[in-house]
């Protein structure tokens, strides 16, 4: 979607390296949501971030929402093959929270 | 196992033809909503049902139309396959008429393959 905007579309990594998928969105965001999908199976729900500012973490996956910037980072610590997939993340543009805007999502490869 | 179960896993059939997916939503889930997935367009919103009735509609094509029933079970129907609507269809669901703070819990989807 032209509306949610991922970065990097693909990522290949050494395993133990860290880094940063960004999601940008063009409108208003409402709430975002990050999920991991592996290839030809359904997402997996990973956080989702609501307020300006916010920070999650789960394990060695942190994500932040920067509101004014419209934007949010998705941050993987000392990646490790499990890691591995497409991250997608989803924002609530329309205020009404019952329908999600894809981002394209980002490829990670994280070699052993 | 998400607790969202979608039948079939595959389906294949010819151009011109209509299909009928499922959806069964996790456990105590009121939401179903319907993705669809092809690497043209990426994931787009079909349409919401919350409780039997319909709640939002997505890039959702005439020629498809979907379905809750008392059970809470869904149902996709695409008629008219063209080429075009082979993709992976997504069925998620949630306890609220709308996403909360832990989103929506993904089926593993099925992949549809018009020929």
């Known amino acids: 979607s032209q509306e949610l905007e991922q970065s990097p579309q693909s990522l290949i990594v050494q395993e133990g390296k860290n880094l940063t998928i960004n999601c940008t969105s063009s409108?208003?965001?409402?709430?975002l949501y990050w999920y991991k999908q592996k290839y030809g199976e359904g997402l997996i729900f990973l956080m989702m971030l609501q307020k300006g500012g916010e920070e999650k973490s789960h394990e060695k996956i942190t994500a932040k929402l920067d509101e004014k910037k419209q934007q949010s980072s998705l941050h993987i610590t000392a990646s490790q093959p499990s890691h591995a997939g497409t991250y997608l993340c989803?924002?609530?543009?329309?205020?009404?929270?019952?329908?999600?805007?894809f981002g394209s999502g980002t490829q990670l490869t994280v070699l052993p | 196992d998400s607790g969202v179960t979608q039948t079939p896993k595959h389906l294949i059939t010819a151009t011109g033809q209509r299909v009928t997916l499922r959806c069964s939503p996790r456990s105590g889930d009121l939401s179903v909503y319907w993705y669809q997935q092809s690497l043209d367009q990426g994931l787009q919103f079909l349409i919401q049902?919350?409780?039997?009735?319909?709640?939002a509609k997505g890039n959702i094509l005439e020629r498809f139309s979907a379905q809750q029933f008392p059970d809470l079970h869904s149902e996709l129907n695409l008629s008219s396959l063209e080429l075009g609507d082979s993709a992976l269809y997504f069925c998620?669901?949630?306890?609220?008429?709308?996403?909360?703070?832990?989103?929506?819990?993904f089926g593993s989807g099925t992949r549809l393959t018009v020929v």
């Open positions: 989803g924002a609530d543009i329309s205020g009404s929270a019952r329908q999600l805007t």
């Open positions: 998620a669901s949630s306890p609220f008429d709308e996403a909360s703070n832990y989103g929506y819990t």
């Open positions: 049902y919350y409780n039997g009735e319909e709640r």
């Open positions: 409108k208003t965001l409402y709430g």
